[in-house]
């Protein structure tokens, strides 16, 4: 039998795809915008050293360090957009090189400007924006640049380490290119005896077949593209670490984590409560195992039976035009305006749908100032993928809101919030179609997904976020990170988040290194952390129609404030564990009410 093989690119039918015109016209306009970045840097670099000289010279600093940021992003998005649907491309590759390099020049030639804000007395700022009304609007930015006060360096190193970054971000790169083009997956037999090709879009799919010869084969033969690779793999992640540590050391702070944290205004305390939170219920992710186990009707578990469905004979395909007809009626809640703007998305070819050869895994959504949010899908069809749209969605509106209402200077929100509005799109999309069933095995199905989504995004993030933790620590304590060490260190904490119950392989020790999050730079916890505070934002959404003014105004506070004040309006405090504890006691009641359906 034939190979199922994924079309070429060019074989995508165009309303399947995004349209990039937003951003330039064609490629004659990218040129042009990006000579005018080059030109934009030479002019905001005749300011150095007369930065704050006067109010008229700190003013037209702000000014053109804001307009040179929102058209650098834009070129770097067209770039990153076009190479990201054909990682196999070198004329893409190429054009998003020049790209990187060009931003490590750009960082270098600029990276006066914060040095001279920074060194300046602040007292005399402060007259400045006394003295020039339009430069209140910056007063926040100058605030943080003078809060990195303990980490920022002379104009010289802080040139060198601006000029280091094309360097250290190799690393990064040659993860994408090795993990999304060049690693070579084998292939399986499919329930149907077809034979099938695995790729990073095919394989969560066919672990989560109902066949379990099907799942382990795909399992193990997935896992055995990263044991080949192991060590090139474990190479690139201690590059990634010891680049963190050098910058983390470069700059002052006393971790990794806190260099991480600090720039996103959260204290190193939200990340160690939420580890800890999680650890102190782990009794409950060993239950789910345990109920798992039980409903899949096998004699011992492996860590391949984790994905597929606990309730069978249940519709669990969808079309695209379903799924969107789905997440038009779970949305209605958040209002008119709201569905306008998520219907001319779907309209209007802000999504890249379905998976094509070398199109990047995963899904992601992205947007640059004045220009609609971007969604990058790889749609199988499968209740994960509808999820996965209506999480994206939540992205693109939360930038479409910030975007709309901020200035640019403050429309790029904190990636601490960054999942809140996703995650809460996903629990009123289950909370929608728990209320519109009255099948049993429907809930009970529905159920197993919620419960999934607390398996998913709280459990296995903040495991992530466990591992990430460890091993920074691990080279910032000289330890080397070689494949043994990564593999042991995975797999241990592996076992200690899935319990005794469960006949552990050596595949999954190799878990590590298909995540590409590892390389985003504690980026994971946000995860749980956001998953945990949506838990109680869908709720008051649903209960309170009111509560929406609340919601729509958080999503419409990009970084004009700290993110953990941006959360206060939601009526959620991530300093106190309190909101992860209450999300846990809910996990509970779900697989309570699972229980008595089964």
Known sequence: MATKELPKRSEVKVEDTWD???LFENEAAFDEAVKKVFEMVDELSAYEGKVCDTADNLLACEKLSDELTVLFERVYSYASKIYDTDTGDSSSLARLSKIKTMYAKLMEKTAFLSSEISEADEELLNTFIERRKELELYRRDIELILRNRPHKLSKEMEQLLAASYNATSVAEDTYSVLDNADIEFGEIKDSDGETVKISQGRYISLVSESDRRVREDAYKTYYASYKKLKNTFASLYYGQVKQLVFYAQARNYESTLEAALFRNEVPVSVYQNL????????DKLHRYVDLRKKCLGVDTFKMYDIYPPMVKDVKVKYTYEEGKAIIMEALKPLGEEYLKVVQEAFDNRWIDVYENQNKRSGAY?????????????????????VFTVIHEMGHSMHSYYSNKVQPSVYADYKIFVAEVASTCNEILLLKYMLAHTTDKNEKAYLLNHYMDMFKGTLFRQTQFAEYELATNRMVEEGEALTADALCETYGNINKKYYGENVEYDEEITYEWARIPHFYYNFYVYQYATSFCASVAIAEKILNDPSFVTKYIDFLSGGCSMSPIDLLKKVDVNVENPDYINTALKV??????????LI
């Open 20 to 22: 990039l015109t937003a």
């Open 275 to 282: 580890v800890d939170a999680v650890n102190n219920n782990l």
């Open 365 to 385: 959504s992205s947007t640059v100032y004045g220009v609609h949010p971007y969604m990058l899908l790889n749609f199988d069809g499968k209740l994960d993928d």
């Open 587 to 596: 996990m509970g009641e779900v697989m309570d009410e699972f229980e008595k």
